[in-house]
């Protein structure tokens, strides 16, 4: 089973940025790939980043070119750092993990404000 924790959210002015953390409590190593979703709000949960277990990543268009995913394996953490951040970015973010037979898991989430 594997445990996801989420931090590093807050506020932020527009222009800023920001990195957000994701612990695992088990080893994620062999986990498929692992994600960042988030969540506005009064909106539907969308997907923001992914990152594969050999290291291939891909964005949601609207965050291209600002925002980068990675992991540290070593660390079991998953990091998104965002820049040039928009007060369209505002949301709760949470952190996901598609382990294949162990199952798939979702984080609490970390809240983030953007403010204009």
């Known amino acids: 089973q594997v445990q996801l924790v989420e931090s590093g959210g807050g506020l932020v002015q527009a222009g800023g940025s920001l990195r957000l953390s994701c612990a695992a409590s088990?080893?994620?190593?062999?986990?498929?790939?692992m994600a960042w979703y988030r969540q506005a709000p009064g909106k539907q949960r969308e997907l923001v980043a992914v990152?594969?277990?050999?290291?291939?990543?891909r964005y949601t268009d609207s965050v291209k070119g600002r925002v980068i995913i990675s992991r540290d394996s070593a660390k079991n953490t998953v990091y998104l750092q965002m820049n040039r951040m928009q007060p369209e970015d505002t949301g709760d973010y949470y952190c996901?993990?598609?382990?294949?037979?162990?199952?798939?898991?979702w984080g609490r989430g970390t809240q983030v404000t953007v403010s204009s």
């Open positions: 990152i594969g277990n050999g290291g291939g990543t």
């Open positions: 088990g080893s994620i190593f062999s986990c498929n790939f």
């Open positions: 996901y993990s598609n382990c294949g037979p162990r199952g798939t898991y």
